[in-house]
């Protein structure tokens, strides 16, 4: 009923009185992960992720001749990259032209990315990256390090690992993994970190916010923790790619054989 309903200016309940979320979650559970490899013919690589109400198509072009030629490198390949949120990915209608938001999301993303690519293998080209954020939730640009990294992977580029991505936060005075979109708004602190397990190597870390020195040591380790578990969920979202494909090769095979 209308009189119920709380003042816009009044920031909603996030954690309940049991130290639940909005969501149902604990305060170090991470939203569902779905994540698919290969889900576009046209692009090179490509990858969907949807985490929680995040939805984002990621997809690669390359390594491919520069374009303009002025811009390619004598020793190594040029690594472009562009997050873009749809005009319907969130509540109110968003204008498509690049905000400087998008601009900076673009440049960590691809920051985030460089230092696994072997670059150096495709002098003179370019490597495109576009993260096309379909429905956000909070945490995108995580999200899309996700799936950027698997479009790369997809499109067969050399890279030394894939690069995971999560964010913690602090909400009502508690720090909570993996923030949605409101916790982000209404929350005291948000913390995007990408790591890379295997090399023990933090390719992305920002800060909103403030935290004291024991919250922002305790916030990190609950990220790096959260990058493990997400890097093992793409390790088996590319296996499972290419174990449908050689089941596809292999059914194919006995058909032409009994044929
Ligand atoms: P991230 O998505 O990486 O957390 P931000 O912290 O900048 O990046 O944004 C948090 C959330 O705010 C986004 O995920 C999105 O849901 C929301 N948001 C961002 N830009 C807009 C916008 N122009 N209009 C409405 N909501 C937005």
Same mark, same amino acid.
């Given at each position: 009923?209308?009189?119920?309903?709380?003042? %816009?200016?009044?920031?909603?309940?996030?954690?309940?009185?049991?130290?639940?979320?909005?969501?149902?979650?604990?305060?170090?559970?991470?939203?569902?992960?779905?994540?698919?490899?290969?889900?576009?013919?046209?692009?090179?690589?490509?990858?969907?992720?949807?985490?929680?109400?995040?939805?984002?198509?990621?997809?690669?072009?390359?390594?491919?001749?520069?374009?303009?030629?002025?811009?390619?490198?004598?020793?190594?390949?040029?690594?472009?990259?562009?997050?873009?949120?749809?005009?319907?990915?969130?509540?109110?209608?968003?204008?498509?032209?690049?905000?400087?938001? %998008?601009?900076?999301?673009?440049?960590?993303?691809?920051?985030?990315?460089?230092?696994?690519?072997?670059?150096?293998?495709?002098?003179?080209?370019?490597?495109?990256?576009?993260?096309?954020?379909?429905?956000?939730?909070?945490?995108?640009?995580?999200?899309?390090?996700?799936?950027?990294?698997?479009?790369?992977?997809?499109?067969?580029?050399?890279?030394?690992?894939?690069?995971?991505?999560?964010?913690?936060?602090?909400?009502?005075?508690?720090?909570?993994?993996?923030?949605?979109?409101?916790?982000?708004?209404?929350?005291?602190?948000?913390?995007?970190?990408?790591?890379?397990?295997?090399?023990?190597?933090?390719?992305?870390?920002?800060?909103?916010?403030?935290?004291?020195?024991? %919250?922002?040591?305790?916030?990190?380790?609950?990220?790096?923790?959260?990058?493990?578990?997400?890097?093992?969920?793409?390790?088996?979202?590319?296996?499972?790619?290419?174990?449908?494909?050689?089941?596809?090769?292999?059914?194919?095979?006995?058909?032409?054989?009994?044929?």
């Amino acid at each position: 009923m209308l009189w119920e309903k709380l003042p %816009e200016s009044k920031p909603p309940e996030l954690i309940d009185s049991k130290g639940f979320r909005a969501d149902g979650r604990r305060l170090d559970q991470l939203r569902p992960i779905k994540l698919e490899v290969g889900i576009l013919d046209k692009a090179d690589g490509s990858a969907y992720v949807e985490q929680g109400k995040n939805k984002i198509m990621c997809a690669v072009y390359g390594p491919r001749e520069a374009h303009p030629k002025h811009i390619a490198l004598p020793d190594r390949a040029v690594i472009r990259c562009r997050y873009h949120m749809a005009p319907f990915s969130v509540d109110e209608r968003k204008s498509p032209a690049p905000s400087r938001r %998008e601009m900076e999301l673009s440049k960590v993303i691809r920051e985030s990315l460089e230092p696994v690519v072997l670059a150096d293998l495709y002098p003179r080209t370019t490597i495109d990256l576009f993260v096309e954020v379909l429905q956000s939730d909070g945490g995108s640009r995580c999200a899309g390090i996700i799936g950027a990294s698997l479009a790369l992977a997809d499109a067969g580029i050399p890279m030394t690992e894939l690069v995971a991505a999560c964010a913690v936060g602090k909400v009502q005075g508690k720090l909570a993994l993996d923030l949605s979109d409101s916790e982000d708004k209404y929350g005291e602190a948000d913390l995007p970190v990408a790591f890379v397990p295997n090399a023990n190597l933090v390719t992305l870390l920002q800060m909103d916010g403030s935290l004291t020195t024991e %919250e922002f040591e305790k916030g990190l380790g609950m990220a790096l923790e959260a990058c493990r578990t997400i890097h093992g969920l793409q390790r088996e979202a590319l296996k499972k790619k290419y174990h449908e494909m050689k089941e596809a090769v292999e059914e194919k095979e006995e058909s032409e054989v009994v044929a």
